[in-house]
């Protein structure tokens, strides 16, 4: 049975986010050979057909408007809605980021529709569409089937597709889409964005994390597990031990009230494992720890423990890093 399946994609400072690919590459397992459709939505838009295409999506939507230069809820809330309301398709995927998490409930609620979100795969099984979400903060997964499944709705979790490019890719129709969004159902607008200052690194979708906790003791010591993610070309994160101390910024925080991260490789310094720290890095590929402390929790995750002071462990491991 073909189903027309719509990707929300998201773009970041003209580029597409990785978690759009990875959608497109989970829409292809459901489609059977109905339409892939992939949404893109902002201001003066870059041309992303090609790339969307090489993923699987055979239409195009841009979706261009002043009101959507930068994300707010309600603009986004009527571009999302009109574009599924004007496609009406079968399946509709979005990225569990900020943006997805924000708007997809809305979304959801507002068309009277049922949503899976936080999805870490998606199969079909016997004709029907299973989602794979984590429960329990990670500590266990459940399998989520739709009753019906003339409209299914799910937001999927940044690093668990696999993004692969399709080897059938079709040739891609683009449509441009002009939606009404009334300044009057604006309640709020963004009026300035301040950026804060970055690795460059997303640290949501990094493959490589070297995150720290209270054990870096300060702010300075961030600096150390800075050198190393530069020389991985990874991202630095933190317990919340650490951002509570002061040591970093909340932008940083790994865990059941941060972010959740599944790199192929998480590097765990002096941070002990609490289990609403676990929530948010537990399924990594690989997961390094190092602290002083043979006895701490981090250690039960772990696949490699290093037992040792991180000031003396992380400066050799960037020291090797550089000579590879
Ligand atoms: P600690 O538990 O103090 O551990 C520090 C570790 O560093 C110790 O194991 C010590 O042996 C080691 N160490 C010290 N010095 C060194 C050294 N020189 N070299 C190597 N190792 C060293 N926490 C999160 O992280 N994320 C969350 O999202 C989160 N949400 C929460 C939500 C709720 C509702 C609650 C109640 C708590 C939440 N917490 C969260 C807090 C969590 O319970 C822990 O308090 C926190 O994770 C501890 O941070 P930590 O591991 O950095 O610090």
Redesign the pocket.
């Known amino acids: 049975m073909s189903r027309h399946v719509l990707v929300m994609t998201e773009l970041r400072s003209g580029t597409l986010r990785q978690v759009s690919y990875e959608a497109l590459t989970a829409a292809r397992k459901l489609a059977e050979g109905g339409d892939i459709i992939a949404a893109v939505f902002g201001r003066d838009l870059p041309d992303v057909t090609a790339e969307l295409q090489r993923y699987g999506a055979n239409n195009v939507l841009y979706v261009d408007h002043e009101q959507l230069k930068d994300y707010a809820t309600d603009a986004y809330l009527e571009a999302w809605t009109y574009v599924i309301e004007e496609k009406n398709p079968s399946v509709i995927l979005a990225p569990y980021t900020a943006i997805g998490k924000d708007v997809s409930p809305r979304v959801a609620s507002r068309l009277g529709i049922g949503l899976i979100s936080d999805c870490t795969d998606v199969e079909l099984l016997n004709g029907r569409i299973v989602f794979t979400r984590p429960i329990y903060a990670g500590k266990a997964f459940v399998k989520k089937t739709f009753r019906e499944e003339s409209r299914v709705f799910a937001t999927l979790r940044p690093n668990n597709i696999s993004a692969e490019e399709a080897s059938d890719a079709r040739a891609a129709t683009v449509d441009k889409v002009s939606v009404d969004i009334s300044p009057k159902s604006l309640r709020t607008v963004v009026e300035d964005i301040v950026q804060k200052t970055s690795s460059g690194v997303d640290l949501s979708e990094a493959r490589i994390v070297v995150a720290g906790?209270?054990?870096v003791?300060s702010a300075e010591g961030f600096n150390v597990l800075q050198e190393l993610a530069d020389v991985l070309g990874g991202a630095v994160g933190a317990?919340?031990?650490?951002c509570d101390a002061g040591y970093c910024d909340y932008a940083l925080?790994?865990?059941?009230?941060?972010k959740v991260v599944t790199p192929d490789l998480y590097i765990a310094?002096?941070?002990?494992?609490?289990?609403?720290?676990l929530?948010?890095m537990s399924n990594s590929k690989v997961i390094v720890a190092?602290?002083?402390?043979p006895e701490?929790n981090?250690f039960k995750v772990a696949d490699y423990g290093i037992v040792?002071?991180?000031?003396e462990v992380v400066p050799k491991l960037t020291e090797a890093f550089k000579k590879t």
Request: charged share 15%; hydrophobic share 30%.
């Open positions: 906790g209270r054990g003791k317990s919340r031990g650490a925080q790994i865990g059941q009230t941060g310094c002096g941070i002990s494992g609490a289990i609403q720290h929530a948010g190092i602290n002083k402390d701490a981090i040792g002071d991180l000031f």
